[in-house]
């Protein structure tokens, strides 16, 4: 094998600890992380490998690699480390360079992944949403789209969307060609690859592996498989109105598909995160709390359920002042977690997704 | 002391039922040539009756007793009757729990051990033990660094008078040289400042203490107090008597230049003492153009744990390069300090010191196989290594490399040197003065004055350090009231140096006051004989001088050997080697053990077999064998002999002449890892017995009736088959042609 | 001078007895405080030492030869120390002694165990065999006198070993007993435990049969072991021809131990030996961190690599399970040179499970501070008071004679007073 030359970079270790992996330094290369966990194909497994190339800034060892997206946080590893170095979080950190290194443009994930900037990140969005100039606490009903028309919320939330998928598919396809560069594997079944990476995303498989953090499974399988259904709730309205040109599904009775979509969704998603806050408490004596990065997402999508359900109570009870204000904040989230997709934790829907595929097809799978 | 016979029979423990005491008196009364009624029975002779029966005899004038019950390593405190000569006769391990009861063996048995009991104790008298006038007690410590400064500090504390000597100007040593200490107390996470001037101060200042540096020591004559030194200082010399010697003589970096392929002679590439130097000036620069150093890294293991250089591990240069990592990083936050290392060895509770220095940005470690050191430009390196875990091969640019050079014993230059002579002087003259002039004299440390040579001898394949051969017993060395401190020792941590000096302290007190008593030291530390030669008789073959293990004889002018006897630890070792058989103790002699071979009954029909058993191993190993109850041939007689080296050859000629059918050394395993606790004991038994081996071919006695069995005292339960195995082979030989005559 | 005052130690293993022996031989009364009912400590259970393979029953067979010919020396067994007070030079010490229901009249006939018809697990052997209540640990065990098992002994209503007793060595109603002394100086010597295996969930949890300690592993290699010395597997007595060391079985690991134990390296490649020289054709496999045999027992380390049959390989294992139908075991771990995570099945697993200070459970009375691993910190003890051995790191049995030889001295400074 050829000389590797090796690059320490104390900028990239610093952070990495300042993005969640301060415990990184702790470790002694054991590998009782890569045994015990339950994820790692056995070929060249993780993370013990990848902790010590943390602990020496080797930034470069982690372009186009899978491994770090392929750990699911189950922290079983960050249990039984006998040095506190907290593995999972560790490769959580990582993620987050990796985020920062395929989701362009790279300040954004700066700005996104910032407490100092995360406030004007906000403030900006909501100023954006203001131009609309129907933001005011109207008389009569109360009907959110007096205050943002269906045509607005077009306007603005579909581009964004948009820009956060095209970065997203692009920070993949760059991710793509770096594990094939990395990996040495050009070619593979690319199709047969990406439906066996459906049925494992689908059925959650690789979560129900965990051990210590099991409960990781129902949160993350609950908060998964809300967001499909408030997919379906949108794509049907978006279906009604701008397709088939009919009235506005959402203005009608409770009990139509439309409606039970967004129910089941909101209700999905809102005990889906709290689940996911519960854990976090539950094991923080073991694991830490965890990050800011992890933090963020989790703080987005609890504030949009939140609200959510707040603004659509409020309406209920006539509280004008109160559920257009909440409506507000509900429409702020729900574009920063467009905006957001690929530059916060979110990101891992592209990443993660594609390392599952790429080791399929790089036939590396787990037998 | 005119003897008055008590001989005690118990009936205890099984031995009534195997023995019958009345077919044993009449025998006993008539070869032991005691009066029949000085042959007492009891029922229970340990009992408080027992006892006390024993007990009316000595008030009535008894003072030689023997005792005919359990093994002399039970019952000690009962059976322990001040003033009187005590001989213990196992005749229940040895006949009533392994011979069959009642049978004619066992009665022979006993018969035997009885008659054997009596004879050593008519033949000994009352130890008395042989104080020499003139004794100091003053400790001599060699050596300034952390062991000597500790030695000294807890020898004088303990109220004794201390000489320090030192070679350096100042005292110290490595500890007075280093930038930060690791640290010595829980929670271990932080680095300390050194500890070593504190002691330094205490050391001048103590009233018991008195130091000469800038010195050396010239000359040490004589024995454990009496020893006699002569401190040369800056030319002028000075002398005094010590009682015994704390020799803290220390280390020496291992030599670098012989690391040329670890980029050793490369402007920035330095050593961990050379790092420690530049550290306590203040700054980390490179060498080459005084620019500070950004990428350090630090080879671990250069030059140990290499079979090529030093064949050990040096103890303390893990934690000393996590440490140096820290004096980097503390130094400059945007450095790197990266650790090349075979292993972490930071045992113990030093872990905790590991994990909180390495949980900094920029210490990184990996583990690796350090190839070779490259240039990289501008006085940059390049490290190469192989099997890391962070690649194969690799290679890393560093723009200072520490090499963490380990240790090296003050003892193993003198030592090597000496070899070399004694290699060169068996090829004769011509070979030794060539080696003499082209050879150059390294100091020395001790300079003894001893026939056995000028040094400690070190351990064998021990590279030179002056370590224990024992687990058990730390400080034992080959010359008794010399005891070595630190890393002369093995290679340890400066705590550990300072742990080790108070024991060699302990130890050599212990000397004095034993010397001053008259009792041996270490393992006899009881025994308050010693050997007794009869020098008329002397012939000077200087076979004693050569093989006492520890040096305790010297020779005269013309040749005669000279008993130092506060050198002497009483292992007979002389006793066994003196071919004119003058050497006695009170309690055990040639002729003692010869009388007692010679007392054993041997009939024409019935095999007999000698074992002769060494009492430290051999012995308990035979008793443990017993409690199990395992069987041994009752054809077999054991006799206790201090140690292997003591078995005198003449003992084969008495046996075998006797009509005894086979003889068994048993003694303790040799070779590289030996138990002796007299250093070769059963080897040099083997040595003496295969040069008698030759002279029974010659007699048409086979040489297979004797045989050197190795054991130790774990193997008690495979023992007796051993010794059974070798009753057969002797009883397929045939009987003894001599027991006709 | 005024008369020098006595030293007691606490704890009469191989660090205990090493300071009794050595400030007794320099002229100290010296007494030795034992919890259990016979002398030697934890070493009495090894088969062999490192790095030498020589037996520990031969230090001690000496160091008791020096008890039994120094009249300075004495020992309380079944003894435990309920209250230290006072300050260096005269320190108050409270001793209780629990009965031993045996008498200095014991000749150590063993007629009491044969009569003994209760059977109880053998604590000496970790449970690995049985041994009645009227007992003696093994037949080099000192001092040589039987003991009664207060626990399991069923009294006055069996008494069986009191009528087999020829010597009226056995009374079932001795009392407890109070002891007190006035001493100058106080060392401690209580040694130490085995870490708890069971708490090493994944490693099994000490519910996997054919997975044992290292020290059953030495009692298992012990000529007076409970096999006799044959490695022979619990679950069905086969002879072990395959087997794992696990090294750091709770040790370096700060969920459990978070400090290194530092004998287990040595004592897993020395048992490697055990096996090796017992079975021709077997093989040993040790999965390490980091291989610490600091000082010259490198070249022990070295000898054992010689033999090929014996392999060592970088990873920590962390999981094991076991085989129901074989009883085999199948170990887990990251060959972390080959970058591969292997599975593999052997006859016995051995865990180089760590040492914890006796301390940890069980506290000296008297102002003495310890860790939160429960190590005593030498430097807050009072003037007087001194810490040997593995009360205050793990250490092997050389450190530990080191350190007792050097506290020695200390001692003797303070009893001098």
């Known amino acids: 094998m050829a000389e590797q030359v090796i690059k320490p970079d104390l900028n990239f270790i610093n952070e990495v600890i300042n993005g969640g992996g301060e415990s990184m330094k702790k470790c002694f290369q054991c590998a009782t992380c890569t045994v015990v966990c339950n994820v790692t194909p056995d070929d060249n497994p993780f993370p013990r490998k990848e902790m010590v190339w ?69 403030l900006l969005l909501a100023g954006l949403l203001s131009m609309a100039g129907t933001f005011k606490i109207h008389d009569g009903d109360i009907v959110f789209t007096k205050f943002a028309s269906t045509q607005f919320l077009q306007i603005v939330f579909t581009p964004v969307l948009l820009f956060g998928i095209a970065v997203g598919v ?60 408030l997919g379906i709730a949108t794509a049907l309205g978006v279906l009604y109105i701008d397709i088939l040109h009919m009235e506005s599904p959402f203005r009608l009775g409770y009990g139509t598909p439309v409606k039970l979509f967004g129910f089941i969704g909101a209700a999905g998603l809102f005990t889906g995160a709290l689940l996911m806050i519960n854990n976090r408490f539950k094991h923080s004596a073991k694991l830490g709390l965890g990050s800011y990065f992890d933090w963020l997402l989790i703080t987005i999508v609890t504030v949009i359920m939140a609200s959510g359900i707040l603004a659509w109570i409020t309406r209920l009870a006539g509280v004008a002042p109160v559920a257009y204000s909440i409506y507000f904040i509900h429409l702020v989230f729900v574009l920063s977690l467009f905006l957001y997709l690929p530059f916060s934790k979110l990101g891992h829907l592209f990443y993660r997704s594609a390392a599952i595929c790429f080791m399929k097809y790089s036939g590396r799978e787990k037998k | 002391m005119e003897k008055k016979f008590g001989v005690y029979f118990c009936k205890g423990c099984g031995i009534g039922e195997s023995v019958s005491f009345e077919k044993l008196k009449p025998r006993v009364s008539g070869k032991g040539k005691v009066p029949v009624d000085c042959i007492k029975e009891h029922p229970v002779l340990c009992s408080p009756e027992g006892l006390e029966f024993i007990k009316n005899d000595i008030k009535e004038g008894t003072n030689t007793i023997i005792i005919g019950a359990c093994s002399p390593r039970v019952k000690y405190a009962e059976f322990d009757f001040p003033g009187t000569l005590t001989e213990r006769v196992n005749l229940r391990e040895f006949v009533a729990w392994t011979a069959e009861p009642m049978s004619a063996d066992a ?68 500890g007075a040289k280093l930038y930060k200490e690791t640290p010595r107390q829980y929670p271990f996470d932080k680095l300390e400042e050194p500890g070593i001037f504190a002691r330094i101060k205490e050391v001048e200042s103590h009233p018991n203490i008195k130091v000469f540096k800038s010195s050396v020591l010239e000359k040490t004559d004589g024995q454990p107090g009496l020893l006699d030194i002569t401190i040369k200082t800056n030319g002028n010399s000075e002398s005094m008597r010590v009682g015994a010697v704390i020799m803290a003589a220390g280390w020496k970096p291992y030599d670098a230049s012989k690391l040329e392929y670890l980029g050793y002679g490369k402007p920035n590439v330095i050593t961990n003492v050379q790092m420690e130097e530049m550290a306590k000036k203040g700054q980390i620069i490179r060498p080459s153009d005084g620019k500070e150093a950004k990428k350090v890294a630090f080879i671990q293991c250069a030059g140990s744990r290499d079979a090529n250089h030093l064949p050990y591990c040096s103890s303390f240069c893990c934690a000393t390069s996590l440490k140096q990592a820290k004096y980097v990083r503390e130094k400059n936050g945007e450095a790197l300090a990266m650790v090349f290392y075979k292993d972490i060895r930071t045992p113990g509770q030093t872990e905790l010191f590991y994990k909180s220095m390495q949980n900094d940005p920029g210490i990184m470690l990996t583990k690796a196989e350090v190839t070779g050191i490259s240039d990289a430009g501008n006085g940059n390196l390049f490290v190469e290594a192989d099997n890391t875990l962070l690649g194969e091969k690799i290679k890393v640019e560093a723009d200072l490399v520490v090499l963490a050079t380990g240790i090296v014993p003050a003892t193993r230059a003198p030592q090597e040197y000496l070899d070399g002579l004694t290699e060169a002087q068996k090829k004769g003259d011509v070979a030794k003065n060539s080696y003499l002039e082209a050879t150059p004299k390294p100091d020395f440390i001790l300079n003894l004055t001893y026939r056995q040579g000028p040094e400690l001898p070190s351990l064998e394949g021990a590279s030179g350090f002056a370590d224990s051969n024992f687990i058990c017993f730390q400080y034992e060395t080959r010359r008794t009231g010399i005891y070595a401190a630190g890393c002369v020792r093995q290679p340890m941590t400066m705590a550990d140096a300072a742990d080790d000096a108070a024991g060699a302290a302990m130890k050599a007190i212990q000397c004095v006051e034993h010397v001053a008593k008259g009792i041996a030291v270490h393992p006899r530390a009881w025994d308050t004989t010693f050997p007794d030669p009869m020098m008329i008789k002397c012939t000077s073959c200087k076979r004693c001088t050569e093989e006492c293990p520890f040096g305790a004889i010297d020779e005269d002018e013309k040749g005669t050997p000279f008993y130092r006897l506060n050198r002497c630890r009483r292992c007979g070792t002389c006793m066994g080697a003196c071919p004119e058989r003058i050497v006695s103790f009170k309690d055990f002699s040639v002729d003692i053990v010869g009388s007692m071979i010679k007392s054993i009954e041997v009939d024409e029909d019935e095999f007999r077999i000698i074992v002769l058993a060494c009492e430290n191993d051999a012995y308990p190993a035979l008793d443990s064998a017993a409690i199990k109850r395992i069987k041994i041939n009752p054809k077999v007689r054991i006799i206790p002999v201090r140690c292997l080296g003591s078995t005198n050859l003449v003992w084969v000629t008495d046996a075998f002449s006797k009509g005894i059918d086979g003889l068994v050394l048993l003694g303790c395993k040799y070779g590289e890892n030996y138990q002796c606790h007299f250093v070769k004991g059963s080897e040099l038994a083997n040595y003496r017995f295969s040069k008698v081996k030759e002279t029974l071919d010659k007699l048409q006695l086979e040489s297979d009736r004797c045989q050197l069995l190795q054991i130790s005292i774990s193997e008690y339960d495979n023992l007796p088959k051993l010794i059974n195995d070798f009753v057969e082979r002797v009883e397929e030989i045939g009987p003894n042609p001599f027991k006709e005559f | 001078m005024a008369e020098n005052k006595k030293v007691l130690v606490i704890g009469g293993g191989f660090s205990g007895l090493t300071a009794a022996v050595e400030a007794a031989e320099a002229g100290f009364e010296t007494v030795i405080v034992e919890k259990t009912p016979f002398l030697g400590g934890r070493v009495t259970q090894l088969n062999k030492y490192f790095p030498k393979l020589c037996p520990p029953n031969c230090g001690l067979e000496i160091n008791f030869k020096r008890i039994k010919n120094n009249a300075d020396i004495t020992f309380y067994t079944l003894a435990e120390v309920e209250k230290i007070s006072g300050r260096e030079g005269s320190y108050d010490v409270t001793i209780k002694i629990s009965p031993r229901f045996v008498n200095d009249k014991c000749t150590g006939c063993n007629a009491c165990n044969e009569a003994c018809p209760v059977e109880m697990p053998n604590e000496f052997n970790f449970g690995m065999d049985k041994t009645k209540a009227a007992y003696i640990t093994h037949n080099q065990a000192f001092p040589f006198k039987y003991v009664v098992d207060a626990k399991h002994c069923k009294g006055a209503s069996c008494a069986k070993c009191v009528e087999a007793c020829k010597y009226d060595a056995i009374h079932l109603d001795m009392k407890p007993e109070t002891v007190t002394l006035n001493v100058g100086a106080v060392v401690l010597a209580a040694g130490w435990d085995l870490y708890d295996v069971t708490k090493l969930d994944i490693l099994g949890g000490g519910q996997i049969k054919n997975v044992v300690t290292n020290m059953q592993m030495e009692r298992l290699a012990s000529p007076n072991g409970p096999t006799g010395g044959k490695i022979l597997r619990p679950s069905d007595g086969k002879e072990v021809k395959n087997i794992a060391f696990v090294q750091c079985a709770g040790s370096r690991d700060e969920n459990h131990l978070p400090y290194c134990s530092y004998i287990c390296c040595m004592a897993s490649l020395k048992q490697a030996t055990y096996l090796r020289e017992q079975y021709a054709d077997s093989k040993a496999r040790i999965f390490y961190i980091d291989i610490r045999t600091p000082g010259r027992y490198e070249q022990f380390y070295w000898k054992v690599k010689e033999d090929t049959n014996i392999t060592l390989t970088k990873g920590k294992v962390a999981k094991l399970t076991e085989d129901p139908a074989t009883g085999d075991v199948i170990l887990v771990a990251e060959d972390v040179q080959a970058g591969k995570k292997i599975t593999e099945r052997f006859d016995m697993v051995v865990l180089a499970a760590g040492m914890v200070p006796s301390t940890k459970a069980l506290k000296i009375p008297g102002e003495i501070s310890y860790t939160d691993d429960g190590f005593v910190v030498p430097g807050t003890l009072k003037k007087g008071i001194y810490a040997v051995g593995s009360m205050k790191s793990p250490v092997d049995v050389s450190k530990s004679v080191q350190d007792a030889t050097g506290t020695a001295i200390k001692t003797i400074q303070s009893a001098r007073r």
Request: glycine share 10%.
């Open chain 1, 170 to 229: 692009l920070g993949v396809k760059k991710f793509w060609a770096d594990m094939k560069a990395a990996t040495g594997v050009t070619s593979g079944d690319l199709k047969g690859s990406i439906t066996e990476t459906a049925k494992e995303i689908l059925s959650h498989k690789k979560f129900t592996m965990c051990d210590v953090n099991a409960d990781r499974f129902i949160a993350h399988f609950l908060v998964f498989y809300s967001f499909i259904a």
């Open chain 1, 54 to 122: 943390a602990q020496w800034g080797l930034k470069e060892k982690f372009i186009g690699n899978p491994d770090v997206w392929l750990c699911h946080q189950c922290n079983d590893c960050t249990a039984y480390c006998p040095r506190g170095a907290k593995p999972g979080e560790v490769l959580g950190a990582i993620r987050k360079q990796s985020i920062k290194q395929y989701s362009a443009p790279a300040a954004l994930v700066n700005f996104v992944n910032s407490k100092a900037y995360i406030p004007i990140m906000f």
């Open chain 2, 107 to 174: 009665q022979s048995l006993a018969d035997d051990y009885m008659v054997m009991g009596i004879l050593k104790a008519q033949k000994g008298g009352m130890p008395e033990p042989n104080i020499l006038p003139d004794l100091s007690k003053t400790i001599l410590v060699i050596g300034g660094g952390m062991s000597g400064l500790t030695s000294a500090i807890e020898t004088a504390n303990a109220g004794y008078q201390v000489v320090l000597v030192e070679k350096e100007a100042e005292l110290g040593g490595w």
